[in-house]
């Protein structure tokens, strides 16, 4: 069915109450079940396990990851096949809608965890008790959903603005309940598929899973004398390193002290045909600069050297000394100069945030009253939440009052100018933003971290959830949903995120040693960078520390970043985007372990040939590998992201 919508002149001409008229008589769909109970119940289980592979993957990469289209196609899936097996009713397309808004809510609470707040914690060595990092999220994030539905007044209803991947998410639901139910079902299957290979693979390199099966119901360790369980190694140039003496060396250095190692992990391959191949190509590219040709030279030099740790004993030089010691900070240059670059480009994102708030807009008649979130519900929770915002973070993390109230109008602004990014280009500049956060407190109060880390956390929470929440209303409003169930739907979310989310960021980021300590060493480690905590530290160290406490060559890299940084993204916007080269994601390689740039590299560049390989609409290759490319991705991910936590659990079990 044809999703109806206005004109380009009725937009330009018409008054907002003349639009909400003509939805409230044409589209909405007011007898169409929308938040029941099984809905909100779906959303907030998918909303919570898919949270949870958000974090695993976005604590590997830094690169947070949509949940809402596969949310959209699992609940198709499940109570289209519960209505088959006559158990249940199918689902109808408001009430799947209500779930994506549900599940994509609660995978944006990941967001805080893997930034502002592990930098907290790397940059002070103190850890958050898990309870005050929920009710600070929880309390943040609201402040976004009560920022939102001001904006969603004039940005949906009265100027009809795109929001490209809500109107996407719109256009695949319309599709899935009107005529593309098999398409959808076989999109469901390729994803289910893929996340059992993708999760067979995962749970034969993992340890605990392998002790469960081995040891527990086969008993192996009885009759084969067996101490520890077999497994496959996921790092492939283990098997070499087994039968060769011959270690390769780069000006003297031990490759494996690089990073450079052969690994095959099937999420990365996902994350790669996700992020396409001139991406993953620019994190290649920072990647061999920086660990083949940089680091070498720098160890050589003496700017990276073994440290001694906390207990006394010598660090070796490793990946994470080499971020950490110099590479960090050319990498962290890249990616704030290159956001901000890319940001200022889009004079569109300003002048039209704040373009004609003032004027009147409509004759004072509210026919969409009864279904509207009400707007005093906003105008007295925003003051509230304010103030409780800036309570728990004077509270939680020592940010002093002041400079929590003074932040406030700062982060309110660039949230409007957020969600109008998102609703003109389907891009959220969070990172940049926060940036602005970041270095405006920091040149206020250098001395305590906790005055620019956690309001530039504030601005990219809030941002995001006021952005992220108008982008799921477009497609509830493109298909006749009612607003407020929608609004109380992504509040359903982000208590499911929240809940989900931190207890699983102490699993996998915090584990206890043998005497039950946690420890903030473990946060950043071989399996997971946390290429964003890095950055954020990055900065937040240099408001602290200054330049000058760097190595000079760290400087002059930093330099030589910046100007090519800027270079890149004139480059890009001079030829209207052709040019494949992105400042960010050279940076991000810097960061990230180089194995898992190389796997993305590889996932990237296998779906780029096999959509070179299946050009031809209707065949079953371009079926799979084109129109599916996108459930296969999100099978790789979940499958493997998963059994990975599963593995996480039982090894804290075991």
């Not at 940036?435 to 956390?457: C, E, H, W, Y």
């Not at 946690?518 to 399996?527: K, M």
Request: charged content about 15%.
């Amino acid at each position: 069915m044809a999703i109806l919508h206005l004109t380009d002149e009725q937009i330009r001409t018409w008054t907002r109450e003349q639009k909400d008229r003509w939805w409230l008589e044409n589209v909405y769909r007011g007898d169409m079940p929308q938040l029941t109970l099984r809905s909100a119940a779906t959303g907030f289980i998918l909303g919570g396990v898919l949270a949870a592979t958000a974090l695993y993957i976005a604590g590997k990469t830094g690169i947070g990851i949509g949940v809402g289209l596969t949310s959209v196609i699992l609940a198709f899936a499940i109570y289209r096949g519960l209505a088959s097996a006559g158990i249940a009713t199918d689902f109808t397309i408001l009430e799947n809608n209500c779930t994506q808004s549900i599940a994509t809510a609660a995978g944006y609470m990941t967001q805080p965890l893997i930034s502002a707040l592990a930098a907290y914690m790397l940059v002070t060595q103190k850890i958050v008790p898990a309870w005050d990092m929920i009710i600070w999220m929880i309390v943040i994030a609201l402040l976004g959903v009560l920022l939102a539905f001001p904006l969603k007044r004039r940005f949906i209803n009265e100027e009809q603005m795109p929001f490209p991947e809500g109107r996407a998410a719109g256009v695949v639901l319309d599709a899935l309940y009107t005529g593309g139910a098999e398409a959808g079902m076989f999109k469901a299957k390729l994803l289910g598929v893929t996340a059992a290979i993708a999760g067979g693979y995962q749970m034969l390199v993992s340890d605990g899973w392998m002790k469960v099966i081995q040891f527990k119901l086969l008993r192996m360790h009885e009759w084969a004398g067996m101490k520890e369980p077999w497994t496959f190694h996921e790092r492939l140039d283990t098997y070499y390193y087994q039968v060769s003496t011959y270690v390769p060396r780069i000006l003297g250095t031990d490759i494996r002290q690089l990073g450079l190692r052969l690994t095959l992990d099937v999420a990365m391959l996902g994350i790669g045909g996700l992020m396409g191949l001139a991406v993953a190509t620019s994190c290649l590219i920072g990647m061999l600069v920086n660990f083949v040709v940089l680091a070498p030279l720098m160890i050589q030099a003496g700017d990276i050297v073994p440290r001694v740790g906390p207990t006394g004993a010598a660090i070796p030089i490793n990946r994470a000394e080499i971020v950490n010691q110099w590479s960090l900070w050319w990498g962290v240059t890249m990616m704030v100069v290159g956001s901000l670059v890319s940001l200022l480009a889009r004079p569109q994102v300003f002048l039209s945030a704040f373009k004609g708030m003032g004027r009147k807009r409509d004759t004072g008649v509210d026919v969409l009253k009864h279904i509207e979130f009400p707007l005093w519900i906003s105008a007295v929770g925003i003051p509230i939440f304010a103030v409780l915002g800036a309570w728990v973070s004077h509270h939680y993390f020592g940010v002093p009052w002041l400079l929590a109230f003074i932040s406030l109008p700062l982060i309110f602004v660039l949230s409007v100018i957020c969600a109008n990014s998102m609703a003109l280009t389907s891009w959220t500049p969070t990172g940049a933003l926060a940036k602005i956060t970041q270095f405006s407190m920091g040149a206020i109060d250098r001395v305590n971290p906790a005055s620019n880390l956690i309001p530039a956390g504030m601005t990219a929470e809030i941002a995001a959830n006021a952005s992220n929440l108008l982008s799921d209303i477009k497609p509830g409003y493109m298909l006749g949903a009612k607003p407020r169930q929608q609004a109380i739907g992504h509040v359903i979310g982000v208590f499911s995120g929240a809940l989900c989310c931190v207890p699983l960021f102490y699993l996998l980021f915090l584990p206890p040693d043998a005497n039950g300590v946690r420890s903030t060493a473990t946060i950043v480690s071989d399996q997971f960078g946390m290429p964003s905590a890095l950055q954020w530290k990055g900065v937040a160290e240099l408001i602290g520390k200054g330049v000058s406490s760097l190595p000079n060559s760290a400087v002059i890299s930093m330099v030589v970043a910046a100007i090519v940084a800027v270079v890149i993204e004139v480059t890009k916007i001079a030829t209207k985007g052709r040019f494949p080269l992105s400042a960010v994601a050279l940076g991000l390689g810097v960061v990230l372990p180089p194995e898992a740039t190389f796997a993305m590299w590889v996932g990237a560049m296998m779906f780029w040939w096999m959509g070179r390989k299946h050009r031809e609409p209707g065949t079953r290759g371009h079926v799979v590998w084109v129109e599916g490319y996108e459930s296969i991705c999100a099978g790789l991910i979940s499958g493997s992201a998963l059994i990975g936590i599963g593995n996480a659990i039982l090894n804290v079990l075991l």
